[in-house]
């Protein structure tokens, strides 16, 4: 993978965030608008396609609340990646077709549900949409906290994996 320098990138990202609580969204857009010209005389044999890689500060304030994010694609509600916000997310969005654009979710796994991938620590009052699978990791839950499962797929299920 050869990088391009930031005056070639052509990519455009936006945030934002509406008012759901602990969800924020991204968009990103490929704005090169060239063809994929498969030759032997073209150097670059991606066209316009650009290979997408975020780079989450997941130390900001803004994933205050919970340690295990997940980043969903909005238009088919896929799982892209599941991280720590205590470690360094790099997260793989694939190839871009030429003025291709993606708008992604970031929630906590404990509000969306699927596994965690590192201990987790929450309090206060959240809605838990979807199944939180443990994955063998801890779950504190601080005085106070208030779940409220949103139907009855909705749970919250613990299983530990044991030393070997």
């Not at 968009?27 to 032997?40: A, E, F, Q, T, W």
Request: hydrophobic share 30%; aromatic share 10%; charged share 25%.
């Amino acid at each position: 993978m050869i990088y391009e320098c930031k005056e070639d990138r052509y990519l455009q990202v936006a945030t934002f965030q509406n008012t759901e609580p602990n969800t924020k969204y991204f968009m990103v857009v490929n704005r090169r608008c060239s063809p994929l010209i498969n030759d032997s005389t073209n150097s670059d044999n991606n066209g316009g396609r650009r290979f997408v890689r975020i780079m989450i500060n997941s130390g900001s304030s803004s994933f205050s609340g919970f340690n295990n994010w997940s980043v969903i694609d909005v238009s088919n509600d896929s799982l892209i990646k599941t991280f720590d916000k205590n470690t360094r997310a790099d997260i793989n969005h694939e190839w871009y077709l030429p003025g291709e654009g993606k708008l992604y979710k970031i929630a906590p796994v404990m509000q969306e549900g699927g596994a965690l991938v590192a201990d987790e620590e929450c309090g206060g009052d959240f809605d838990c949409k979807g199944e939180v699978n443990n994955n063998g990791k801890n779950i504190f839950l601080k005085p106070g906290t208030n779940i409220s499962f949103a139907d009855h797929t909705a749970r919250i299920k613990m299983t530990v994996i044991e030393n070997i």
